[in-house]
């Protein structure tokens, strides 16, 4: 243990003794953030101290938590994508094979509800990591708000009428979805395509078109031109044995430049 390590847990200690109870996060915010910092939780820190460690369930939050604004198009975004609510609506989960767009999501969900979740690594192919979060009431909000829960590829859904209502959060969405699902290259030597496909269960494929003409429109109304829709193999479930299939779009080569400008690229 160094020098800070020591002086934090000190301060613990001091603070435990004052209040007459092993503190909570709320109670000493500051203190808290150093260890985030230096012991990578609060908890680590008040175990090293010889505090006790209680669950508490939060729920005091920031006054404009729930706030329908652009981190909350973003946090929604991802958990259409590379993400996803329990299917109970106890916690979310985020995964990327880019720990560094994990990090930018703990600093929205902290910025916004002032939660800390937990790192761990991710399921599929190749490194991946995930980002977990445990709190009922934020998830029942999320999916009060059309944000879909369970295995979204078995689950209905749509884009939410208040990303579609607002033309500034609906680029936030698109701009994450673009990212998560999306890909650029080159098809010839003068021309790049931007795509994105989005995988639905074989008796779902109606409702992932209705999703994907959904965000055709979103584009539309921005003055970006895409292709149809068409359909492609997808593959077979190993633990279900669903059959699922690829949906994809691409945005017309005339419109690259107005995705750009409007939306931006981030890969």
């Not at 992932?208 to 539309?220: I, Y």
């Amino acid at each position: 243990m160094n020098n800070i390590q020591g002086g934090i847990i000190n301060e613990l200690k001091e603070k435990a003794k004052r209040l007459g109870h092993s503190p909570k996060r709320r109670e000493v915010e500051s203190l808290a953030r150093k260890c985030y910092r230096h012991f990578g939780s609060f908890n680590e820190a008040k175990k090293k101290a010889g505090l006790s460690i209680v669950n508490v369930r939060i729920t005091l939050f920031p006054k404009n938590s729930f706030k329908i604004d652009k981190d909350l198009a973003r946090i929604a975004a991802h958990l259409t994508a590379d993400g996803h609510i329990y299917k109970d609506l106890k916690g979310l989960q985020f995964y990327s094979k880019n720990r560094e767009i994990l990090k930018e999501l703990e600093k929205i969900i902290y910025k916004k509800f002032e939660l800390r979740g937990k790192y761990g690594e991710g399921n599929g192919y190749g490194k991946c990591f995930r980002y977990t979060v445990f709190n009922s009431k934020i998830t029942k909000f999320l999916n009060e708000l059309s944000i879909p829960a369970g295995d979204k590829m078995v689950t209905p859904f749509d884009v939410p009428d208040w990303i579609k209502n607002d033309k500034e959060l609906s680029k936030e969405y698109l701009k994450i979805l673009f990212y998560c699902e999306g890909s650029k290259y080159k098809q010839s030597k003068n021309t790049e395509k931007i795509k994105i496909n989005f995988n639905k269960a074989e008796e779902l494929l109606e409702d992932g078109l209705k999703f994907m003409n959904s965000l055709k429109k979103l584009l539309r109304d921005l003055n970006i031109e895409t292709t149809n829709i068409w359909v492609s193999k997808g593959n077979k479930r190993k633990r279900d044995g669903k059959i699922t299939k690829r949906i994809n779009f691409h945005i017309r080569s005339n419109s690259n430049n107005t995705f750009i400008n409007e939306i931006g690229w981030i890969k």
